[in-house]
């Protein structure tokens, strides 16, 4: 049992966690390792920050597994980062699936090799009825390019009739979003030591708390996200008003 998520306090949880799982390859290198070695062994890190989620009921996480720019990696590389995604997916469909936890996709799918895809969506599918909680994986994605899409939707609306310029506010715009099915980002954690968010959720991290590890990412644990919630917990969010304000409410 861990100490730390002892003291985490339920009724202060976020309810959507973002992860920027960085640091594989430096992992790998410190090893003396080619950085296909630290992907392979990135996976109970991806473990540990389901399970942890699932420990203390945070409805929302997402994963950020493979970016649109990361196709721009060796091919070799790339290769490998889609066959262990699709090896990890058969392996863990099932616990996935047992855990009652809903898996969502986000990023632009057409860009995937078709068994990638096929088994993203199969997996997807099965399970659509789950309620325990939300497993969002970020995969050829880049936020740049969904915000340019949603521009482009709206544009395309407003010209066929669909949609009143005069009615387009924040909400309207996150319809168009991948994420509109989801609340915004409360927490957004990157390790590697890297202090960047490498076009990441840019709408939806507008008000997160950010906090950048400097782990790298197969040492990820359970106790370190723990961690990371009750700094988050105690941090005062005041979306843009005064510590005053807050405590008056």
Same mark, same amino acid.
């Given at each position: 049992?861990?100490?730390?998520?002892?003291?985490?306090?339920p009724?202060?949880?976020?309810?959507h @966690?973002?992860?920027?799982?960085?640091?594989?390859?430096?992992?790998?290198?410190?090893?003396?390792?080619?950085?296909?070695?630290? =992907?392979?062994?990135?996976?109970?890190?991806?473990?540990?920050?389901?399970?942890? /989620?699932?420990?203390?009921?945070?409805? %929302?996480?997402?994963? %950020?597994?493979? !970016?649109?720019?990361?196709?721009?990696?060796?091919?070799?590389? &790339?290769?490998?980062?889609?066959?262990?995604?699709?090896?990890?997916?058969?392996l863990?469909?099932?616990?996935?699936?047992?855990?009652?936890?809903?898996? =969502? @996709?986000?990023g632009?799918?057409?860009?995937?090799?078709?068994?990638? +895809?096929d088994?993203?969506?199969?997996?997807?599918?099965?399970?659509?009825?789950?309620?325990?909680?939300?497993?969002?994986?970020?995969?050829?994605?880049?936020s740049?390019?969904?915000?340019?899409?949603?521009?482009?939707?709206?544009? !395309?609306? @407003? +010209?066929?009739?669909?949609?009143?310029?005069?009615?387009i506010?924040?909400?309207?715009?996150?319809s %168009?979003?991948?994420?509109?099915?989801?609340?915004? &980002?409360?927490?957004?954690?990157?390790?590697?030591?890297? @202090?960047?968010?490498?076009?990441?959720?840019? $709408?939806?991290?507008?008000?997160a708390e950010?906090?950048?590890?400097?782990?790298? $990412?197969?040492?990820?644990?359970?106790d370190?996200f723990?961690? /990371?919630?009750?700094?988050?917990?105690?941090?005062?969010?005041r %979306?843009?008003?005064?510590?005053?304000?807050? +405590?008056?409410?």
């Amino acid at each position: 049992m861990s100490l730390l998520k002892d003291k985490i306090d339920p009724e202060n949880l976020p309810q959507h @966690v973002a992860i920027i799982m960085d640091g594989n390859g430096r992992w790998a290198k410190s090893r003396g390792e080619e950085r296909t070695f630290g =992907h392979k062994n990135a996976i109970d890190a991806v473990r540990n920050a389901i399970n942890a /989620c699932n420990e203390i009921n945070i409805p %929302y996480l997402t994963l %950020y597994t493979f !970016s649109s720019e990361n196709w721009n990696r060796p091919d070799d590389e &790339v290769n490998t980062l889609m066959n262990l995604l699709m090896e990890t997916l058969l392996l863990e469909a099932e616990e996935i699936f047992s855990k009652g936890l809903r898996m =969502h @996709v986000i990023g632009n799918l057409e860009k995937l090799p078709a068994l990638v +895809k096929d088994q993203l969506l199969r997996v997807v599918e099965l399970t659509k009825n789950n309620s325990k909680g939300n497993l969002i994986l970020a995969i050829s994605y880049g936020s740049q390019n969904e915000i340019l899409n949603a521009v482009k939707e709206i544009s !395309s609306d @407003v +010209k066929e009739g669909k949609l009143e310029v005069e009615k387009i506010d924040e909400k309207t715009f996150e319809s %168009y979003l991948y994420t509109k099915d989801f609340p915004p &980002v409360d927490l957004m954690i990157r390790t590697s030591g890297e @202090v960047r968010i490498s076009n990441f959720l840019l $709408w939806q991290i507008a008000y997160a708390e950010l906090q950048f590890l400097d782990i790298l $990412w197969p040492d990820f644990t359970k106790d370190i996200f723990f961690q /990371c919630i009750l700094d988050y917990q105690n941090k005062e969010r005041r %979306y843009g008003k005064t510590g005053e304000q807050i +405590k008056i409410q």
